[in-house]
């Protein structure tokens, strides 16, 4: 009856992993040998790693990440002029500590969004919020909210993220209203928190693209404050495959099976 009544008391202090665990180790009699503090000690971690992973899948279903991508999953065989050694480093999520902005440049196909999706989980991992939004999406949500009286409240909630993912950037010169929107997302976010900015155009062009002088200025200042820079070159990783390599695809596809690599 006090075992019942303990695993009802963990159950209503929401200790549901912790209550299940009792029960594993009392139909376990291995662990019957194990001092008492020794499985205390395992009962906390396995509800400590439980809470991690709830908190994590929160996370990561909140940040509407466009791929499921990891570093341990980046294929760094493909000759793209990306340094091995700075993507590991950045996988400690210390960028984002630090409230640091990553750049991510290169011709469409290089694997830009892929990227920009393994660092932001390697930053939930971490325990930080994130959101990805492509740029046209980004301004289409804006003008929304402008219009709507949500304007503040939108901006607002984009400057609470520790991690803002600013996907295709530049892919035509933005509208002055678009403009004046970047510099609002970026000066709420500069020093406090990072943002992720990928594009097809090189840094020099962004000036240009963003049309106003004065504007470009504030948000290149602020953005290239505290960058780390990724630019990528060469052939595009989506260059067709051989027949024999499209017939076990298109398997995989119909299985439902992928590797869950970068390509």
């Not at 640091?100 to 930053?123: R, W």
């Not at 976010?189 to 693209?209: F, G, K, N």
Request: glycine fraction near 6%; charge should be negative.
């Amino acid at each position: 009856m006090l075992n019942n009544a303990m695993i009802e008391g963990l159950l209503e202090l929401k200790l549901d992993t912790m209550a299940m665990a009792i029960r594993d180790q009392r139909a376990n009699p291995d662990y019957l040998d194990l001092p008492f503090e020794d499985r205390l000690g395992l009962l906390v971690d396995i509800e400590i790693q439980e809470r991690q992973n709830r908190k994590r899948r929160r996370l990561t279903a909140a940040a509407k990440l466009r791929a499921s991508a990891s570093i341990e999953d980046i294929d760094f065989r493909h000759k793209r002029g990306l340094d091995k050694s700075k993507m590991l480093s950045l996988a400690s999520a210390s960028w984002v500590r630090e409230h640091h902005n990553i750049v991510l440049v290169g011709a469409s196909g290089l694997g830009k969004t892929y990227l920009a999706c393994a660092l932001v989980d390697a930053a939930i991992r971490q325990g930080h919020s994130a959101l990805y939004l492509r740029a046209p999406r980004l301004f289409e949500d804006l003008d929304i909210a402008r219009g709507d009286g949500r304007y503040k409240r939108q901006l607002a909630s984009l400057a609470r993220l520790d991690v803002l993912v600013i996907d295709d950037l530049f892919l035509r010169p933005l509208h002055p209203d678009h403009a004046a929107d970047l510099l609002e997302v970026i000066e709420d976010r500069h020093q406090v928190r990072s943002t992720i900015l990928a594009s097809q155009l090189p840094v020099a062009d962004w000036h240009d693209a963003i049309g106003d002088g004065t504007m470009a200025d504030a948000v290149l200042d602020r953005v290239l404050h505290r960058e780390h820079r990724i630019e990528l070159h060469g052939e595009s990783m989506r260059t067709p495959e051989p027949p024999d390599r499209r017939r076990t695809t298109q398997d995989d596809d119909a299985t439902g099976q992928t590797d869950g690599k970068e390509d």
